[in-house]
């Protein structure tokens, strides 16, 4: 067999829209298996089919895909021509090698209405010169096996059983957002899920070197690379923050320094949002879960962005994301002690419940602008691409 039936899910919902979203998952796959033998990616009804090359090995061929935003299912397939015995024939070569289920069965779907059998019917004659060639049980509540069969225009596609994709839509559908990556266990997974949804993300993370080491630095670039996987090209901006951390440490008073130091990156990470042409910002910020984050410091802190501020962790809690960046393979990463600039200068006891007046007065008192604008220019540009993760950095370059 030497094609992939893939199938979406979401796209087919789109209505007058649909040609571009395939059209955009089309080019995705492409780029996700440049490096694989696979030379065409074509678009069928309903269907996408991904044509393997002689030497394209179908292991690592399902590792991309099962990377790829937008795919439900995908089976590994041959094409025969729409025929009932061409169909059962080649079938049965491809199965010569299966071991024994304890059962099977056939599960046809028609796209050519103008094929003489119905879907039911289909599956009545594969399966029955199936069951009579190889005496196998049918079982058509819970089989064992399941054989799948294809009807289109023109052509037939076969295949045993299917893996599972991301879902989502495909990467770049949903315009752009910047995501606040800090390196711990929150914010990769809620890039993840807005990449999910098709959003292109920029990752924006805020260090204190040289007050510390470079730590933090150094696990993001890893996270970037892992999370680089699944959308393909990624831009890191590292945001040198300690000196502005160290400014408010000795203007403002201790409660109001986490509230202060978050409003800052929101408008930092802003400035470089509009630079990259993004139209939100994403954080990883849970409800409740530290100080920083209880629903009246998250409003304030909000507050200080013009943009959107999405927060797709918000109702989760910490077992649930544990469990998520453990299955997205970041949680290995987030674990690994550093020096972030979130435990630089902390308060013993932060406001949990600043109020806005507060914090406004204790701003006005900064050169808050300048500090945005110095930061934004101070930032770092790193990318990665994949496949073939080539990192790219040049220092204090803008997108």
Same mark, same amino acid.
């Given at each position: 067999?030497?094609? @992939?039936?893939?199938?979406?899910?979401?796209?087919?919902?789109?209505?007058?829209?649909?040609?571009?979203?395939?059209?955009?998952?089309?080019?995705? @796959?492409?780029?996700?298996?440049?490096?694989?033998?696979?030379?065409?990616?074509?678009?069928?009804?309903?269907?996408?089919?991904?044509?393997?090359?002689?030497?394209?090995?179908?292991?690592?061929?399902?590792?991309?895909?099962?990377?790829?935003?937008?795919?439900?299912?995908?089976?590994?397939?041959?094409?025969?021509?729409?025929?009932?015995?061409?169909?059962?024939?080649?079938?049965?070569?491809?199965?010569?090698?299966?071991?024994?289920?304890?059962?099977?069965?056939?599960?046809?779907?028609?796209?050519?209405?103008?094929?003489?059998?119905?879907?039911?019917?289909?599956?009545?004659?594969?399966?029955?010169? @199936?069951?009579?060639?190889?005496?196998?049980?049918?079982?058509?509540?819970?089989?064992?096996?399941?054989i799948?069969?294809?009807?289109?225009?023109?052509?037939?596609?076969?295949?045993?059983?299917?893996?599972?994709?991301p879902?989502?839509?495909?990467?770049?559908?949903?315009?752009?957002?910047?995501?606040?990556?800090?390196?711990?266990?929150?914010?990769?997974?809620?890039?993840?899920?807005?990449?999910?949804?098709?959003?292109?993300?920029?990752?924006?993370?805020?260090?204190?070197?040289?007050?510390l080491?470079?730590?933090s630095?150094?696990?993001?670039?890893?996270?970037?690379?892992?999370?680089?996987?699944?959308?393909?090209?990624?831009?890191?901006?590292?945001?040198?923050?300690?000196?502005?951390?160290?400014?408010?440490?000795?203007?403002?008073?201790?409660?109001?320094?986490?509230?202060?130091?978050?409003?800052?990156?929101?408008?930092?990470a802003?400035?470089?949002?509009?630079?990259?042409?993004?139209?939100?910002?994403?954080?990883?910020?849970? @409800?409740?879960?530290?100080?920083?984050?209880?629903?009246?410091?998250?409003?304030?802190?909000?507050?200080?962005?013009?943009?959107?501020?999405?927060?797709p962790?918000?109702?989760?809690?910490?077992?649930?994301?544990?469990?998520?960046?453990?299955r997205?393979?970041?949680?290995?990463?987030?674990?690994?002690?550093?020096?972030?600039?979130?435990?630089?200068?902390?308060?013993?006891?932060?406001?949990?419940?600043?109020?806005?007046?507060?914090?406004?007065?204790?701003?006005?008192?900064?050169?808050?602008?300048?500090?945005?604008?110095?930061?934004?220019?101070?930032?770092?540009?790193?990318?990665f691409?994949?496949?073939?993760?080539?990192?790219?950095?040049?220092?204090?370059?803008?997108?």
């Open positions: 067999m030497n094609s @992939i039936v893939v199938h979406y899910q979401e796209i087919a919902l789109k209505g007058r829209n649909r040609p571009w979203f395939i059209g955009r998952l089309v080019q995705n @796959i492409r780029q996700a298996t440049s490096d694989l033998d696979v030379p065409k990616v074509r678009a069928l009804v309903g269907r996408l089919e991904v044509v393997l090359g002689p030497s394209a090995d179908y292991g690592a061929v399902r590792g991309r895909l099962e990377r790829v935003f937008g795919i439900a299912n995908f089976s590994r397939a041959g094409r025969t021509s729409p025929d009932v015995e061409a169909i059962a024939g080649a079938l049965l070569r491809e199965l010569e090698g299966v071991q024994d289920p304890a059962s099977f069965r056939v599960s046809a779907r028609r796209t050519d209405k103008r094929f003489p059998l119905t879907s039911p019917q289909i599956e009545r004659e594969v399966g029955g010169r @199936i069951k009579v060639a190889r005496t196998w049980h049918v079982d058509l509540s819970n089989p064992a096996l399941t799948f069969v294809e009807i289109l225009s023109g052509e037939a596609f076969y295949s045993v059983g299917k893996d599972r994709g879902g989502g839509l495909p990467t770049g559908t949903s315009g752009r957002v910047a995501c606040l990556l800090s390196g711990g266990i929150d914010s990769p997974v809620a890039a993840f899920k807005a990449m999910r949804r098709g959003c292109s993300v920029l990752l924006v993370h805020f260090h204190s070197y040289p007050l080491s470079r730590a630095q150094e696990k993001v670039r890893e996270i970037a690379e892992l999370l680089t996987t699944y959308q393909l090209h990624t831009k890191l901006r590292l945001v040198p923050f300690g000196d502005i951390q160290r400014e408010i440490v000795l203007s403002v008073p201790q409660p109001l320094r986490i509230v202060l130091y978050r409003r800052m990156m929101v408008r930092i802003e400035r470089l949002a509009r630079d990259h042409g993004a139209q939100a910002l994403v954080t990883g910020e849970v @409800i409740g879960q530290v100080a920083s984050q209880t629903l009246e410091n998250l409003s304030i802190i909000g507050g200080a962005a013009t943009l959107p501020v999405l927060r962790l918000v109702g989760m809690d910490k077992d649930e994301i544990t469990a998520a960046a453990q997205l393979g970041t949680y290995e990463i987030s674990i690994i002690p550093d020096q972030d600039c979130c435990q630089l200068f902390t308060p013993r006891h932060p406001a949990t419940r600043a109020h806005l007046a507060d914090v406004e007065a204790a701003e006005r008192a900064l050169p808050v602008a300048d500090w945005v604008r110095r930061a934004a220019e101070a930032a770092e540009l790193a990318e691409h994949f496949p073939g993760r080539r990192p790219v950095q040049s220092p204090g370059a803008r997108d």
